[in-house]
């Protein structure tokens, strides 16, 4: 099976707005996802969202509830808009939870991940989460100074990054986590498997 995320912000970033257009770039991800032999494959999953949370990422028009008018367009309302500090609380205050929820479930700990492939917001955010989740003995893979926050796409093309690196051996214990929009958060605890 074929696992594809894409994001095209360039069509509703507000160029003019720094607090967005500077940090969020277009792009898309795939991973091959298919049956491996135990102990390998994916182990667990957790999958949350924080529907009151809404607000803090959003394009106001241009879907059903407000469909594209000449007043949405005036007012600007097809832009993406973002509360950078209150997304930054969100993730700070959800996320080391919902990692160490998934861990638990999975039987594990997060001090034994081998590798950390988060959403590539920011820098300084992915640092935080990190400390903050107790991830330190990971190995964290960044692309964000790259690419840019490519939204959906940044975790498989983090992990793309770092297999093609030879960072991932096999049988390392590998954490994938988005976050975003919604607001969501979905993570997978995987064992690596180094196939021919």
Same mark, same amino acid.
């Given at each position: 099976m074929l696992v594809v995320a !894409?994001?095209?912000y360039s069509r509703i970033l507000d160029f003019d707005?720094?607090?967005? !257009? &500077?940090?969020f770039a277009d792009g898309a991800g795939a991973a091959v996802v298919g049956a491996v032999p135990p102990p390998y494959g994916i182990i667990d999953l957790d999958l949350t969202s924080q #529907? *009151? /949370?809404?607000?803090?990422i959003r394009v106001e &028009? #241009? #879907?059903?509830?407000?469909? /594209?008018?000449?007043?949405?367009?005036?007012?600007g309302a097809h832009f993406f808009k973002m509360d950078g500090r209150g997304v930054r609380d969100f993730v700070m205050t959800h996320v080391p939870p919902a990692l160490a929820r998934l861990a638990t479930s999975a039987g594990t700990r997060l001090d034994r991940v081998d590798h950390f492939v988060p959403h590539q917001a920011n820098g300084v955010l992915i640092?935080?989460? *990190?400390?903050? &989740? @107790?991830l330190g003995n990971a190995q964290t893979h960044r692309v964000v100074e790259?690419? #840019?926050?490519? @939204?959906? &796409?940044?975790?498989p093309v983090a992990l793309d990054d770092a297999n093609r690196a030879g960072l991932?051996?096999?049988g390392d214990l590998v954490l994938l986590s988005g976050f975003g929009g919604g607001m969501s958060i979905g993570s997978c605890l995987l064992r690596w498997a180094v196939t021919a």
């Open positions: !894409a994001d095209l707005d720094r607090k967005t !257009a &500077a940090l #529907g *009151v /949370a809404h607000h803090l &028009a #241009g #879907g059903s509830r407000r469909p /594209a008018s000449r007043e949405t367009v005036d007012e640092t935080d989460l *990190v400390r903050e &989740a @107790g790259k690419y #840019g926050n490519m @939204g959906s &796409a940044s975790v991932l051996k096999d």
